[in-house]
């Protein structure tokens, strides 16, 4: 493994009100930006983190103002200081393995969508691949190996696999992929593994708990798409009820080079188009993002390359960037009896909000508030059934760190151990709600306001 190249790390300035150019609904960008460089006199991961501190899972720190609206990147295998981030080893354990379950994503849907075989589907009717199961198997495995002790919390179990003859696809895309070293898995191993995570796996009582919350495929539908729709791989620990780190891989995530420096561009112009990102965040240190070296072949320079992420500065609700599902119409949510809605950016009339849709799954909305593309996501609960954690436990600690909040329509925080026995349901009341924090209150109160008026 190379070693980490640290050199002088980066200050960006965003325009709050980021320009559309280039814009792609299904690709959102990160915020446009000023940059400057600046030498480091010490080390530069030690210069950027912040004082660690404990938070409950919806009492997140708010950035110093000083530098809240500011970008930086560091090279680093990781952005964070050991004495400063409490858990920077579960932390890079939990890359490591998201950039492996990455990497087998991206392998297993390019010989999908070549062959159109081993692609199935759950009595829910949500497209479920070889893919989704070995994300599982390969993190339970990793995460198990090193940190036996704590339990995951994980969307499949293994009964699938078995009844629709995948143990050997599954056994073959896991075993490339993890890091076995001289304890070989087996077939058996892996289902396992995929049973760890499952419903069964493990029985929580009342008190705190500590644990892993695993989406191995946030936006299935995405992945057998393909054509670039973004789908993301979410990994979150909870010590003692507590989000301390979230890590969200998005193999699809588009190129952005509008920030970059002429030598930057240099090196990425042959990189292929959605070659992908991967954000982290652990609390009290910030959310960062950088390229997926596990996707791609990156120099050393670009593998440890760290960009911190912001929210967006929008503090005027009819000027902010709103996301929702593309699946949702806009007049099912309260804020259409207000305002219509428009996509397109180059005419957006007195009334209207730019309304940016963006398939699939709900943590690829979170990377687009967190670093931020968007100004606030709205997604309405009322529609579904259940709301499962792995759908947002990564991203809820993402936006926290890049400064932003997440509460559900009435202004509650999100209560993870609302399900005492499986932590696997939230009951938010009316929808989630995900801002850049400036507009939340004001939000809070316009759907409370409105609630009454939206159609069913």
Not at 109 to 137: H, I, M, Y
Not at 255 to 276: A, I, L, R, Y
Not at 426 to 438: A, C, D, E, F
Request: with cysteine.
């Amino acid at each position: 493994m190379d070693k980490p190249e640290f050199g002088p790390y980066k200050i960006f300035t965003p325009n709050f009100r980021p320009t559309t150019a280039g814009f792609s609904l299904h690709q959102p960008p990160f915020n446009n930006c000023l940059t400057q460089t600046i030498q480091p006199t010490v080390e530069p991961a030690m210069i950027l983190v912040h004082s660690a501190r404990h938070f409950s899972t919806v009492r997140f720190s708010q950035p110093d103002p000083a530098v809240r609206r500011r970008r930086f990147s560091v090279r680093s295998s990781l952005p964070l200081g050991t004495e400063k981030a409490k858990y920077h080893r579960e932390l890079e354990a939990a890359v490591d393995a998201v950039e492996r379950a990455c990497s087998l994503c991206v392998e297993v849907q390019s010989s999908l969508l070549s062959s159109k075989r081993r692609v199935v589907e759950k009595n829910d009717q949500t497209p479920v691949t070889v893919a989704d199961f070995g994300v599982q198997a390969l993190l339970s495995l990793e995460l198990g190996k090193r940190f036996p002790s704590i339990p995951l919390v994980a969307e499949e179990d293994s009964a699938f696999v078995r009844s629709n003859n995948l143990v050997g696809p599954v056994f073959d895309a896991v075993i490339s992929k993890t890091s076995h070293g001289e304890n070989p898995w087996t077939p058996d191993h892996v289902l396992e593994a995929i049973d760890r995570g499952g419903q069964d796996g493990f029985t929580f009582g009342a008190q705190p708990a500590t644990y892993w919350v695993l989406d191995p495929i946030d936006g299935t539908k995405g992945f057998v798409k393909g054509n670039q729709e973004l789908y993301v791989v979410g990994l979150a620990l909870v010590v003692d009820g507590q989000i301390v780190l979230g890590v969200m891989g998005c193999p699809n995530w588009q190129n952005d080079v509008s920030n970059k420096s002429t030598s930057e561009v240099q090196e990425e112009k042959n990189t292929p188009p959605g070659s992908g990102i991967i954000m982290v965040a652990h609390t009290g240190c910030g959310t960062w993002t950088k390229r997926l070296s596990s996707v791609l072949n990156l120099t050393a320079k670009m593998r440890y390359s760290w960009t911190r992420c912001y929210v967006d500065g929008c503090c005027m609700v009819e000027e902010a960037r709103y996301s929702i599902r593309a699946s949702d119409a806009w007049e099912s949510y309260p804020l259409s009896a207000l305002f219509t809605s428009t996509t397109s950016a180059d005419s957006i009339d007195e009334g209207q909000i730019l309304l940016v849709k963006s398939c699939c799954g709900s943590l690829s909305k979170y990377i687009m508030v967190a670093s931020g593309g968007v100004s606030l996501y709205m997604q309405n609960v009322k529609v579904q059934k259940v709301t499962k954690a792995w759908d947002h436990a990564a991203g809820i600690i993402c936006v926290h760190e890049s400064g932003g909040k997440v509460t559900d329509w009435k202004g509650d925080q999100i209560n993870l151990a609302a399900d005492q026995l499986g932590r696997r349901n939230i009951y938010p009341s009316g929808g989630i709600l995900v801002t850049n924090g400036n507009l939340h209150n004001r939000l809070v109160e316009m759907i409370s306001s409105n609630s009454s008026t939206v159609s069913r």
